[in-house]
């Protein structure tokens, strides 16, 4: 099928065309960085208003990269949630509208579900896989049965690995969003004197807690006089980040090993991380692994994501109502019917 993508969960206004769940005819990503940064984070009303300004210049743009229009589309898919309700209102009622005046299915897809089978677009991974989502609202191990089988293994309990990073940034005066100021530091050559907490590593279950090492931070910065030595700046992130590599990878492997899995995919914002991607590169062979991580443009929000799963559901029947609403919080371990479709 040929599909139109939608996404406009957070700060990136995006829309790809996508022929049958699988091949990338384009993919636009408006980016809000430039909006929220003088305000050190995303203000949901000024995403909004970006999303309704954007959406239509952004499909347009994808529809002209990939050489086709409206007529030639097969259904449309977007992200139903979870997200900031202002900003997903605002691709969900696009595609709402899209698909009612074509005459078009529907799939409203899970953000998550878009993220944890973005590799799919690059690369064959066979199933079942376990999944680490990594982005600024999820820290989420899954067991990947196949699409729409999803079953929860561990997450976080308190702040998202992509979160802590943009808090962390914040403590220190980086701007918006933190997490690739501080992997740019992290990756300044030598040696921290500073180690971190590696929060719940030692506890037999697979969930995360990144809010500690945030106030260790907070703790370590208020050791200094203001304003913070360039040198401390990077001797902080070069921990922080080592502090939350070991962690997440840790538990990774370890939730693999646990649920007899020899793949693993990383996805989600986080996963850009330079540290993260060598790390569990260093560590996969000698885990009896092989991790995958979708390509950097992959990683951060996007609508090609959403493609994949919108074409199998598409594929088999299933689609949204056009009473699909917008969700701003949507478990994952919940899809086992996905779509609204229950
Ligand atoms: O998936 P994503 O683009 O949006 C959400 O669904 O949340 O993830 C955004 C998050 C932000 O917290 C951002 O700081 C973080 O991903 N991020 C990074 C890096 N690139 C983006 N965190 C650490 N290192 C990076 N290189
Ligand atoms: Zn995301």
């Not at 208020?222 to 070991?246: C, G, M, N, W, Y």
Request: aromatic share 6%.
């Amino acid at each position: 099928m040929l599909l139109l993508a939608i996404e406009s969960s957070c700060d990136e206004t995006a829309a790809a065309v996508v022929q049958d769940g699988r091949s990338v005819l384009s993919s636009i990503i408006s980016s809000q960085i430039d909006i929220h940064a003088r305000f050190g984070g995303v203000v949901p009303e000024l995403a909004s208003r970006s999303h309704l300004e954007q959406i239509s210049p952004v499909i347009e743009q994808a529809l002209r990269e990939a050489g086709c229009s409206m007529q030639d589309l097969q259904g449309i898919v977007c992200t139903a949630g979870p997200g900031l309700i202002g900003a997903l209102l605002v691709g969900v009622s696009t595609a709402k509208a899209l698909a009612y005046a074509r005459n078009l299915p529907l799939a409203g897809v899970h953000h998550i579900e878009g993220h944890i089978l973005s590799i799919l677009l690059e690369r064959q991974v066979d199933f079942p896989y376990l999944a680490l989502a990594v982005s600024g609202g999820h820290t989420h191990l899954f067991r990947v049965e196949g699409i729409g089988s999803y079953q929860l293994i561990g997450r976080t309990v308190d702040d998202a690995a992509g979160e802590a990073f943009d808090k962390v940034a914040k403590i220190m005066g980086l701007p918006y969003p933190g997490g690739p100021q501080v992997d740019r530091l992290a990756q300044t050559p030598g040696q921290s004197p500073i180690r971190f907490p590696r929060p719940m590593l030692k506890q037999d279950n697979f969930n995360f807690s990144f809010s500690g090492i945030k106030t260790a931070v907070m703790q370590e910065v208020q050791k200094h006089p203001a304003p913070l030595p360039q040198e401390t700046v990077v001797d902080i992130s070069r921990a922080f980040q080592e502090a939350v590599v070991d962690v997440l990878t840790q538990k990774a492997f370890r939730a693999a090993q646990a649920q007899n899995l020899n793949r693993i995919v990383v996805a989600g914002g986080v996963a850009c991380n330079s540290g993260l991607r060598n790390r569990f590169e260093q560590l996969a062979s000698k885990n009896g692994c092989e991790v995958f991580f979708p390509s950097v443009a992959l990683c951060a929000d996007n609508a090609a994501m959403l493609a994949v799963a919108g074409d199998y559901y598409l594929g088999r029947g299933l689609s949204s109502p056009l009473e699909l609403n917008a969700r701003s919080s949507w478990p994952l371990d919940e899809v086992c019917s996905p779509l609204g479709v229950h």
